[in-house]
C-alpha cells in the first residue's frame, strides 16, 4: 500500500528507510508487455516533443542531447509541484529503485518504481537515450513508463517522448482511490506536458547544482528548472 501524508513531506531519514525497503518489493504486474494495450483495458498515453536542434550527424560534446541525456537520467525533468524523484545517486540506473513522491491537492503519496532497462544507442541514421521504470508493490498505479530521447542524424532534430501504459493499483484507503480517481488525471497530464518544456529549458543551461548533497539522496524536481551533475550512477 502507498504511504501517504497531507501536506507535509517525509524526512531523508524516513526516505533511506522507505528507499531501503524497496529492495525486497516485486513489481506490481505480470501481464507481459506486448499485451498491456488499450484493447486489454490499459490505458496507453504520454506524448513526444522536440526540445532543440543541433548540427546534423552524432550527438556533440555539451549539445542538446549530451545535455539533456543528464537531465533525464538525473530526473531534473520533473515538475516538483506534481512529482519529486528520490533516489540514491550513487545507484547506476539499471535496477535503480526510486521512490516518486505525487503531490495531489495537499496528499502526499510516496510510490515505488524500479528502472527495468536504459536505451544507450546509437545507428546510421539515429540517436538514442532514455530509460524505463516498472511500478513496484504498493504503487498507486500498475505498469511501466519509458522517457526517450532521439536525435535525428540528418536534421539534427532532438525529440523526447513519453510513453506510458497503467492502471489503477493500490490505493492506502477508499476515499484517496476516488479523489485520484477524478483528478489524478488532470495531474498527470500536466506533468507530461511540462516535462519536455522543462527539458527544453536544462538543455540550454550550464548545470547549475550538484545531483544531490555530499552523502545525501537525490531529490529531483527544482522549482526552476536546473540542471545538475554529474549524470547520477556513473
Known amino acids: 500500500m502507498a504511504l501517504f501524508r497531507i501536506g507535509r513531506g517525509w524526512s531523508e531519514s524516513e526516505m533511506r528507510g522507505y528507499l531501503e525497503a524497496l529492495k525486497d518489493r516485486a513489481v506490481n504486474f505480470d501481464t507481459p508487455i506486448d499485451e498491456m494495450v ?11 516533443d522536440e526540445i532543440g ?11 542538446v542531447f549530451a545535455r539533456a541525456r543528464q537531465a533525464i537520467i ?3 525533468f520533473s515538475d516538483p509541484s506534481i512529482v519529486v524523484g528520490h533516489f540514491d545517486p550513487d545507484t ?11 503531490k495531489v491537492l495537499g496528499l502526499r503519496f510516496l510510490c515505488g518504481v524500479r528502472v527495468h532497462s ?13 530509460f524505463r521504470y516498472d511500478t513496484l508493490e504498493g504503487h498507486v498505479e500498475r505498469g511501466f513508463e519509458w522517457f526517450l530521447m532521439t536525435k535525428d542524424h540528418e536534421t539534427g532534430r532532438v525529440h ?6 497503467w492502471r489503477m493499483g ?3 484507503n477508499v476515499w484517496s482511490r476516488v479523489g485520484f480517481q477524478l483528478i489524478g488525471e488532470h495531474y498527470r497530464s500536466l506533468w507530461r506536458r511540462r516535462a519536455p518544456e522543462r527539458l527544453r529549458e536544462v538543455a540550454r543551461k550550464p548545470a547549475a547544482k550538484p545531483v544531490a548533497a555530499p ?13 545538475t551533475t554529474p549524470e547520477a550512477g556513473r
Do not use: C, Q
Not at 488499450?38 to 513526444?48: F, H, L, Q, R, S
Not at 536504459?118 to 532514455?130: H, L, N, Q
Open 74 to 76: 538525473n530526473y531534473d
Open 53 to 63: 536542434v543541433e548540427p546534423p550527424g552524432p550527438p556533440i560534446p555539451d549539445g
Open 215 to 227: 552523502g545525501r539522496l537525490a531529490h529531483r524536481g527544482d522549482e526552476e528548472a536546473a540542471r
Open 170 to 172: 493500490a490505493f492506502p
Open 92 to 102: 547506476p540506473p539499471p535496477g535503480r529503485d526510486m521512490l516518486l513522491e505525487l
Open 160 to 165: 523526447f517522448k513519453i510513453e506510458a501504459h
Open 38 to 48: 488499450a484493447e486489454n483495458g490499459w490505458t496507453v498515453d504520454g506524448g513526444e
Open 118 to 130: 536504459v536505451r544507450d544507442e546509437t545507428t546510421d541514421r539515429f540517436s538514442y537515450f532514455g
